[in-house]
């Protein structure tokens, strides 16, 4: 019996040490016998503060001591700026501070999804993604965390583009975080760099960072369009275009060459405007400048057409209408004289079969009549080719400096002219 009690008491007083060993190592681990950072690491995170640091104030002071900003690329057809913003956030929690003399590091790593994170929004994007640059974070012993994060945004920037293809605009990106009736965060900005400043047509010129009167941050983006390609594919084509209808006045108005020509060169041009309508930017507040063009361009070549239409009918027979009343007089006449046996209609003059000495006299007298009615026609004719020709030399000129002036009025307009578009429209209450 003796033997029973000795042996539950040696069992009870063993299970009594093994549990006070374990939680005096357990203690130490998660007290001040800590002897690694791992340790310290997992004792934080056992805190589990997942929720925002709170003060008397209510609101989270973050500071951002370096933003990375890249233009990823420019959508000038729907107006939409793609961006990635790389920011470097930090802030304090005092409910994760420790004492080094206590816990000899003075920084740790722990999860980011194991603590609260703020979050970046863009205001005036349409999509925005925000993620960590690192699944960790740095923790100081004074309770300053350390994070990056990387946020996307598709940005609706109404873009300037009246001076298309040497349209230059700006274009703000504001940031901000989460607050709400005096609670929430609040952002510092410090320094950003702009990194890959060129992606197709566009290049990125500089960003700066901004603040407007009511305490609102925002990037402001200067854009610049690189007019090499689209003036090679858009306006050289439209000028050489002009320029040939232009050359087409050497050819000369008779013969069809010249009107079949500037024929083909109006629908070369429409076909011309048909495929290059999608590569056309869009239309904004500003519209483009170069849709006018075009239309002036398409103007002026079928003006030239149908003038150069006129003056070939204009000298082939001096008339600029066709005259069908004319036609139906000389029917009426032929059918009248036809009834007439003693007549004969050759050749358009009515022969009378005389006989003898007086058949000859008349038959002379048609001849003469003829050679003089042909060579008023031939005189007729050449004046109205003359005419037509100096009409068609007087257009030209005028089309000449018409087309020169137009020119260079339109560059003058799309490199000069400033119009104006309000970016910030997206902050009116």
């Not at 209510?58 to 690329?73: A, G, K, M, N, R």
């Not at 925005?128 to 990387?150: C, K, Q, R």
């Not at 001076?163 to 965060?185: K, L, R």
């Not at 009549?369 to 005419?387: A, M, N, Y």
Request: overall charge negative; some cysteine.
């Amino acid at each position: 019996m003796l033997s029973e009690m000795v042996r539950f008491l040696f069992n009870r007083l063993g299970r009594t040490v093994l549990l006070l060993s374990v939680l005096i190592v357990g203690r130490g681990c998660a007290d001040s016998n800590c002897t690694s950072r791992r340790c310290l690491a997992e004792m934080l995170i056992n805190y589990n503060l997942t929720s925002q640091p709170q003060y008397e104030n209510c609101t989270q002071t973050i500071f951002v001591p370096l933003i990375e900003y890249q233009t990823v690329s420019v959508d000038t057809k729907d107006l939409h700026l793609s961006t990635r913003l790389q920011a470097v956030l930090v802030w304090t929690d005092p409910g994760l501070s420790w004492n080094t003399s206590v816990y000899n590091y003075d920084k740790v790593v722990l999860p980011a999804e194991k603590v609260w994170t703020p979050e970046l929004q863009v205001t005036n994007a349409i999509e925005t993604s925000l993620e960590d640059a690192s699944s960790d974070l740095l923790l100081y012993n004074n309770g300053t965390m350390v994070h990056t994060v990387i946020l996307n945004a598709l940005v609706n920037c109404e873009i300037n583009l009246f001076n298309y293809p040497f349209a230059a605009d700006e274009c703000p990106v504001a940031i901000q975080t989460w607050s709400f009736d005096g609670c929430g965060t609040q952002l510092t900005l410090g320094e950003l760099l702009v990194i890959d400043s060129s992606h197709g047509d566009w290049q990125t010129e500089s960003a700066e960072l901004q603040q407007n009167n009511e305490n609102r941050n925002y990037i402001m983006v200067s854009l610049k369009i690189k007019y090499s390609n689209p003036f090679i594919t858009l306006m050289l084509p439209s000028i050489l275009i002009i320029l040939a209808d232009m050359v087409s006045f050497a050819l000369p108005l008779g013969g069809g060459e010249r009107n079949s020509f500037k024929v083909t060169l109006v629908l070369s041009f429409t076909m011309f405007l048909v495929i290059l309508n999608d590569q056309l930017p869009g239309d904004s507040e500003c519209s483009p400048v170069i849709r006018i063009h075009f239309c002036v361009c398409l103007i002026l070549l079928v003006l030239s057409m149908l003038v150069s239409l006129v003056l070939t009918r204009m000298a082939a027979d001096g008339r600029l209408i066709f005259n069908f009343w004319s036609k139906q007089s000389i029917t009426r006449n032929r059918e009248k004289n036809k009834g007439k046996n003693e007549d004969e209609v050759i050749g358009g003059i009515s022969v009378v079969q005389l006989k003898g000495s007086d058949e000859d006299s008349r038959m002379l007298k048609k001849v003469v009549s003829f050679l003089e009615t042909l060579s008023t026609k031939q005189l007729e004719s050449e004046r109205c080719e003359r005419f037509a020709d100096t009409l068609d030399t007087i257009f030209f000129w005028f089309y000449f400096i018409l087309g020169m002036v137009y020119f260079c009025v339109m560059i003058y307009i799309m490199v000069r002219h400033t119009c104006y578009v309000n970016h910030f429209d997206f902050w009116k209450n």
